[in-house]
């Protein structure tokens, strides 16, 4: 399992405590790295835009690298070292440290497509899921409020399973955000009890479908921008039912929704 | 905020550890016993047929209690024997011990209506959301395979919301009772890749759909019941995308197509 000495790189103390303090959202916004384990994760950043700092791995794992990067640094290092660099209970073959993509709005995307905008999402394992969820159903963007949960923390990196790769997340002052979408004339919608019937209501291609916060929903200075109040009807109408649905959900079920409009178009 | 020792019960130090051992399920099966904690859900419980054992709760919250149980045992304690026994970070008003209710499975609620069956779900967040959905969805029942993620595991009962209170969760040999389900011919649906695209198939009122494992899916025991594959298509149709949809994202999108064509039509 384990690589010879001789051909393997042993990490250093440092570089281990380096790689390890990726834990913490300082560290990550210090270096400007964070890390990602395991093949099938590190291969579908491989092959996107974002930029590798260096990959350590076994040399089997070495040899299936494929990469587009020219100047990719490439450590064989043992199972032993692996395993100390990780934060998975198994051991992953591969840790790959990356860059965080500075993030650039290309406000021709925002005008023509649907984004989802994450209004202080605190939970890393709603992160997790709504950027997978953004992914299965094409959405490009996700624009989070300064004080969301952060999408490079180890956890919710591994909990995209690879769609970090294919969906562009912004963290960005909200309300600068939203002034400058409003000006734009985008759309903008958000699940409010008092909304319309989102099975009934008219769904645009386009626009910003806002998710609010796990206990306290979406802010008053955001509410302010949204042109659209939705709400996600209940069934039987008119019977008691869970105060709300988690945020994850909804959000589901709302892409869902715009997404069966085209679907059923085409 | 404490109450007075006078008037108090002071609970004893084998009172604590029995509570305490909730925790873990085989001292609620052999027990019978399961912990909800805080007013909202506790109060949800006592307005369903689960029957508490007994409550422990401020002077003040005790004051508040409406319950339709003749022999109630509500026990006033201080704030600092309530933290003694809550498993959350804040200590809740009222801790609620009650017990777990009997499965017993009305056929005519299962052939009639949509059923939600989980085949080896793990993770307890996932239970908890999905009873959430269901509750949301008027989904009246949920069947598990003995193998999934206990509901009554307290950090389950908190998710779920007062969900618990409206959501019959029944533990039972998917085998056996998907061989009745068969049957008695109700239409069993299950998400496969090469399954009908769930937006233009035909939906019946009633039902059982299948949700798999979060690693496996569903098992082929199960899969030999399913008699309609559905599939959630991705979007844009052909393009590389995360390979899976998180099990409870998945469930909440079936369940609201479902919804809506009721709603829909209505």
Redesign the interface.
Known sequence: MGCQKSSCKVLSKNKIKLIRSLDLKKNRSATGLFIAQGKKLVFDLLESDIVASELFCTRQAASEIVSHQADLKIESVDKEDLARISFLKTTPDIVGIFRIPKSVIDWDEIKDQLTLVLDAIQDP?NMG?IV??A????IRNIICSDDSADLFNPKVVQST???LA?VKVHYVSLSKFMNQAKELAIPIYGTFMEGE?L??CDLTVNGLVVMGNEGNGISENTTAFISRKIT??????G?????S??V??AA??IC??F??R???KE
């Open positions: 394992g899921t997978r969820l992914d299965w159903f094409g399973m690879g769609a294919r019937n099975y009934k996600i009807p209940s069934y039987p109408p019977v008691a039912t869970s105060e649905l988690n994850a959900m589901s079920i869902s929704e997404r069966r085209s679907i059923c």
